[in-house]
T-cell receptor, first 112, second 111 residues
Framework: DTEVTQTPKHLVMGMTNKKSLKCEQHMGHRAMYWYKQKAKKPPELMFV???????INESVPSRFSPECPNSSLLNLHLHALQPEDSALYLC???????????FGSGTRLTVV | GDSVTQMEGPVTLSEEAFLTINCTYT??????LFWYVQYPGEGLQLLLKATKADDKGSNKGFEATYRKETTSFHLEKGSVQVSDSAVYFCALSPGGNKLVFGAGTILRVKS
């Protein structure tokens, strides 16, 4: 299995809703990432988990809450989002530092 | 800090034309270098990579060579197809579980 699987593919949520994005990989990768990508822009790093511990938080607002329940799963909990948070959210994983990153196909989030 | 600069797009080519997308980088140490491709509505796919100076990455007819003396990693393809139309991102990994992206270059190939 050489894939990173993200669910759901599309999500529409109101500003008072709570929702979660899920990411799963079975490649034995020990680093997992959340990126946010706005239209016509490169992905921006949000969080990094290394060996199931949060190692990087790029000053992301607290309305985004990551969770890594085990080495294969990564969640992103969303609460009280703003319309400007609408974007493509990408999950990625990597085995080794400086190694190749494998990206999921993303969740397209729309906040209304 | 670490950074990647790509040529601005969009780049518009006719089918079977030669492609070059320029990429230069700034980094301390010895980063790994990557080209990722993003098709409309999809995530990023690794196209090719190089981990040290003079390495050549290649895949699906695309090539790029890690040039430390010019801090460059230009993407080339001898004959593009309509199906190559996508956004191409040059990226570097300096270590510390970070991946630094360039701004991306849109490629449009006309039949």
């Amino acid at each position: 299995d050489t894939e990173v699987t993200q669910t759901p593919k599309h999500l529409v949520m109101g500003m008072t809703n709570k929702k979660s994005l899920k990411c799963e990989q079975h490649m034995g990768h020990r680093a997992m990432y959340w990126y946010k990508q706005k239209a016509k822009k490169p992905p921006e790093l949000m969080f990094v988990y290394s060996y199931e511990k949060l190692s990087i938080n790029e000053s992301v607002p607290s309305r985004f809450s990551p969770e890594c329940p085990n080495s294969s799963l990564l969640n992103l909990h969303l609460h009280a989002l703003q319309p400007e948070d609408s974007a493509l959210y990408l999950c990625a994983s990597s085995q080794a530092d400086r190694g190749r990153y494998t990206f999921g196909s993303g969740t397209r989030l729309t906040v209304v | 800090g670490d950074s990647v600069t790509q040529m601005e797009g969009p780049v518009t080519l006719s089918e079977e034309a030669f492609l070059t997308i320029n990429c230069t980088y700034t980094a301390t140490g010895y980063p790994s270098l990557f080209w990722y491709v993003q098709y409309p509505g999809e995530g990023l796919q690794l196209l090719l990579k190089a981990t040290k100076a003079d390495d050549k990455g290649s895949n699906k007819g695309f090539e790029a060579t890690y040039r430390k003396e010019t801090t460059s990693f230009h993407l080339e393809k001898g004959s593009v197809q309509v199906s190559d139309s996508a956004v191409y991102f040059c990226a570097l990994s300096p270590g510390g579980n970070k991946l630094v992206f360039g701004a991306g270059t849109i490629l449009r190939v006309k039949s």
